[in-house]
């Protein structure tokens, strides 16, 4: 299986400034990569997935972009923080070959903008 | 388009007892069905999933879900909880053509001693 490592657990951030969370993927190559947001009481919200360097799907409209400049890494990045931008944010690797359709998750960031 | 429905969203029970959280979904076409558990501030981890072959699926710590086509459902059961039971816990269902899952919205499982 796959390990997904997530990071910081937590950070507090002032209103416009700049984000970057980072997710590495160990144990898979060439996965598909997930970042999610999760707020209180309403599940995961897909953001963007990337099924290969390069490639991005942005699922919804807003102030957040993601990169993936290697195969195995996977960054959610924003210009300046809105204080809608506060929650929990998952990132996930789809399991290979053989584990179809399941998702690896990391530990989460939980991002509070202030 | 494919949709999950859970329909509680928060399950309260006495330890020992057993538990039922329930799951439907629709997709016109065939579909992977799984269940994860999110213990607080942590990632999710899958629980059970149902693939193909037999409809009763059994996961980690005692659960199984039982996939029913006709009603469209895939309900997680456990016979007897424990206090470490207590999570968030979300249905998901993916279908052939895309590896993008769609999941619900969780329901939240408490259990009281």
């Known amino acids: 299986s796959q390990t997904i490592h997530q990071w910081p657990a937590t950070l507090v951030q002032p209103v416009g400034s700049p984000l970057s969370l980072e997710c590495t993927v160990e144990?898979?190559?060439?996965?598909?990569l997930y970042w999610y947001r999760q707020a209180a009481g309403r599940g995961l919200q897909l953001l963007f997935y990337s099924v290969g360097i390069g490639q991005i799907s942005s699922e919804v409209p807003q102030n957040l972009s993601a990169s993936r400049p290697q195969d195995r890494q996977f960054i959610l990045s924003s210009k300046k923080l809105l204080l809608s931008d506060s929650g929990f944010y998952l990132c996930?690797?789809?399991?290979?070959?053989?584990?179809?359709?399941?998702?690896?998750f990391g530990a989460g960031t939980r991002l509070s903008v202030l | 388009a494919q949709s999950v429905t859970q329909l509680d969203s928060q399950v309260p029970v006495f330890e020992e007892a057993p538990v039922e959280l329930r799951c439907n979904y629709s997709s016109s076409v065939s579909v992977y069905l799984f269940w994860y558990v999110q213990y607080p501030n942590q990632g999710l981890q899958l629980l059970l999933k149902?693939?193909?072959?037999?409809?009763l699926v059994k996961g980690i710590n005692g659960f199984e879900a039982e996939f029913n086509k006709s009603q469209t459902s895939f309900h997680l059961r456990k016979p007897s909880v424990h206090i470490s039971d207590t999570a968030e816990y979300f249905c998901?269902?993916?279908?052939?053509?895309?590896?993008?899952?769609?999941f619900g919205r969780g329901t939240s499982l408490i259990v009281h001693p």
């Open positions: 998901a269902i993916s279908s052939g053509g895309s590896y993008i899952p769609t």
């Open positions: 144990g898979t190559s060439n996965p598909n």
């Open positions: 996930a690797g789809e399991g290979p070959t053989g584990a179809k359709n399941i998702q690896y």
């Open positions: 149902y693939l193909s072959g037999s409809t």
